[in-house]
């Protein structure tokens, strides 16, 4: 038998590879089922760490600051009492409480909520802070107090942080000290744009309301006050001066009742005096009848045939 021996390919003779084949993969494709499951995993995981998110009754709701003033503290309760009628249940006001929208703020941000805010299309349930990954969305509307000591921040890094994280729809601001300044500004393409002035007041399009300046006397502070306002001007009341209205409107309807008796009274005793003279002027034709037959008789003459001659 003879030896064939294996010759090497010179390096003028190319080396053919082998045919390419498809490697298959060590793990076969998830099923429909196992990514279902993958799915719902995902998920269960998300529920989870959002759990773990501190809640209201999780995060400070206080830090024992008081507000600027006594004036501060009016003006604020002011412009929350009268617009909570009349948002009812189509929405949330609040004011002096914190509003957290960072976890970030428990380290090394100490933000405190605004003097006063509006949240549309949530419930108006008591809350102890206003938590944005709780509620679901921020406010719409911010109202901050201006004060010697908060205004440079209230015009800087607070409406930074109202425009930029917040995202809040209209901002406002106002010093019950200096009621000229006043200004508002409204959220357009992530950048607040000043809002113009109509007839002396800055109109809430989120709200369909009006904010004017009104000069008045409020729990014993006669002085310029920023209020809610109908676009037509009309003041929001606050309950006790619609219950000051209603006593009012009260008084007068029953004074229109007493009026009204009066004068029903008045054409009862008319109406009986008219009676009277009419009695009278019976009683006296009647005598000067009676005296006319007397004269006739004493003349000789019957009244009684003269009458029906």
Known sequence: MSLQVEQKPTALEPRIPPPFKTKRPSHPLPSKQALENLETSVVESFHNAYALLPTQDDLPDGDGDKMETERHKKQMD????????WLGERGYVGGDMFV?????QLKNEKFKGPD??????????????WVVWEEGKSPDVVIELLSESTAKKDKTNKKDV???????????WFDPFNPDDFQGFELSRGVYKALPFLNDGLISEQLGLKL??????YR??????????????????LPRETEAQRAEAEAQR????????????????????RAEQERQQKEQALQRANRLAEILREQGIDPDKLLSD
Not at 116 to 129: A, H, P, Q, Y
Not at 223 to 236: F, I, K, N, P, Q
């Open 78 to 85: 002011l412009l929350i009492d009268s617009l909570e009628p």
């Open 100 to 104: 957290y929208f960072s976890l970030k």
């Open 116 to 129: 006063v805010f509006v949240t549309l299309g949530l419930s108006n349930k008591e809350r102890k802070s």
């Open 162 to 172: 109202y425009q930029n994280q917040l995202k809040v729809g209209e901002y406002f």
């Open 212 to 217: 004017i300046r009104w000069y008045g006397l």
């Open 220 to 237: 014993n502070i006669e002085t310029t006050w920023l209020r809610w306002a109908t676009l037509d001007g009309e003041l929001l009341l």
């Open 254 to 273: 029953a004074e229109q009742e007493r009026q009204q008796k009066e004068q029903a009274l008045q054409r009862v005793k008319a109406e009986a005096q």
